[in-house]
Each structure stands twice: as structure tokens, then as C-alpha cells.
């Protein structure tokens, strides 16, 4: 067990020492998430068009734009074992002693630091245009502990998608395929009963809406009402998506 946990903040290691020596791409990934609090939030705050609440509607979506970026980051983060696996170093690793468990578990992991990465950008200029967070700083830790394992459910996703594929060209494609219908058919951008009914039923089996939901009450609205579904929903997601993409991850160098 010891060695299993060993590799897999090895993995995590090896991402952190990636992010200190380049951190243009998390700059760049940041735009699309600001645009969507910048100029999307305060035009449908306007309308006044979607049930909030009490809650302002910008507020209402910040926690949806902050997890579609996190998703986003972990679902493409498969490109990197697509680039891994043509140079050679993926062989490297499946002929040690690490299970191809610890592997997995360790390089959806190391996804996790670069959520976190979105989060210390996004919630900056998320205040400087008015949202207001919950001042509870068991709360935001919480919401950050459910951040980090949630991308590396995404980012088994993403394994599992390389696996399969192999190659960068449609990795991409499918990548595209998968962020944009999970983040719209979730609660990120309204409440799920504005919804038709065959996206509600969709909805429920979407790990982005669990997610979006906890941390939306965590770091927003102070509803925990639901708190306990969402954690177990996203930890049966994560064991569901890291099994999955164990049995399958040595095919990526098949």
C-alpha cells in the first residue's frame, strides 16, 4: 500500500515539476472561463431570464465555468500520454514494478494540481467583478479536496479515450465531443428544472453536475443539503472511470 501511494504522488511530482517550467497554457486556458464570467454572466444578468434565486446570476455560474475549465484541462490532459506513448516513455513505465493501477490513478492525479492551477486564476477575477464567496475557509478547502479528485476522474476519461484511439488528431476530436455536452447538459449554467425532460434524466448521470453542485454550495450558496450525494457520486464516478481505464491502458502501446 505504501508503494502504491509512493507512485502515485510520484506522478504527481513529475506534473508539478512540468507546471514550474511552463505555465503559458494555463494562462491561455484561462480565457475562455474569464469570457464567460466577463461578458456572458453580466448580459444574462440582465435578462433576468433564469430562476436564481436570491442569488445573483453571475454568482449562480461561476462554480459552473470554474469545474467546465477544471474538466476541460482534465479531459485533454490525454494528449499528454498520446505524446508519452509515441515517445517511448509509457513502454518505460509499464515494465516497472508499478500496477498499472498506481499508474493510472497517478497520472489522472497529476491532473489535479492543474485544476487547482484554474482555480488560484478564476476566483481572483471572479471577485474583482463582484461575486460573492461564502468567507468559510473549511468550506473553500473543501471545494478545492473535491476539485482535485473530480479532475482525475475526467482525466481517467481522458486515459481511457487515448487508449483507445492513440492518436493526438482524434484524441482531439472526441475531447471536443464530450467537454461541451457535459458542461450543457449539466447545472452549470441553469437549474436543472429549466431543463427538458430527457436533459434532466441526462443530468443525473452527469459527474460534471454533482460536482458543479457541491462546490456551488460550498463556496456560494451554503446549501449542504445535497453535500453527501454529490461526494458519493463523485467518488463512485472516480472508482468507475480508474478501474476502466487500468484495463484498458495497456493497449495504448499495443
Given at each position: ?14 506534473e ?52 467546465q ?26 515494465v ?16 489535479g ?12 477575477i ?29 482525466a ?15 484524441f ?16 452549470a ?14 443530468s ?39 478501474t ?6 495497456k493497449?495504448?502501446?499495443?
Amino acid at each position: 500500500m505504501i508503494e502504491f501511494f509512493r507512485n502515485v504522488f510520484a506522478m504527481i511530482e513529475l506534473e508539478l515539476r512540468r507546471m514550474r517550467h511552463d505555465r503559458t497554457e494555463f494562462y491561455s486556458r484561462a480565457v475562455q472561463p474569464i469570457l464567460w464570467l466577463a461578458v456572458y454572466g453580466p448580459i444574462m444578468s440582465t435578462v433576468r431570464a433564469i430562476p436564481t434565486g436570491n442569488i445573483p446570476y453571475i454568482d449562480f455560474i461561476t462554480p459552473g465555468v470554474l469545474i467546465q475549465s477544471t474538466t476541460f484541462i482534465a479531459i485533454f490532459y490525454g494528449i499528454t500520454i498520446v505524446w508519452e506513448r509515441e515517445s517511448g516513455i509509457l513502454k518505460k513505465l509499464l515494465v516497472t514494478p508499478a500496477s498499472r493501477f498506481a499508474l493510472v490513478i497517478g497520472r489522472a492525479m497529476a491532473s489535479g494540481p492543474r485544476a487547482l492551477f484554474q482555480v488560484i486564476i478564476i476566483v481572483p477575477i471572479a471577485l474583482l467583478l463582484g461575486v460573492k464567496f461564502i468567507p468559510n475557509p473549511a468550506y473553500f478547502s473543501l471545494a478545492l479536496v473535491i476539485i482535485f479528485f473530480s479532475s482525475g476522474g475526467f482525466a481517467a476519461i481522458s486515459i481511457l479515450i487515448a487508449s483507445l484511439l492513440k492518436t493526438r488528431e482524434r484524441f482531439m476530436g472526441i475531447g471536443q465531443a464530450l467537454t461541451m455536452p457535459l458542461f450543457f447538459a449539466s447545472n452549470a449554467l441553469y437549474p436543472v428544472k429549466m431543463m427538458p425532460l430527457f436533459l434532466q434524466y441526462i443530468s443525473r448521470v452527469n459527474p460534471m453536475s454533482y460536482v458543479v453542485d457541491a462546490v456551488r454550495g460550498l463556496m456560494i450558496t451554503g446549501d449542504l443539503s445535497n453535500i453527501l450525494i454529490d461526494i458519493v457520486a463523485i467518488a463512485i464516478f472516480d472508482a468507475v472511470m480508474f478501474t476502466l481505464a487500468s484495463v484498458n491502458f495497456k493497449k495504448i502501446v499495443e
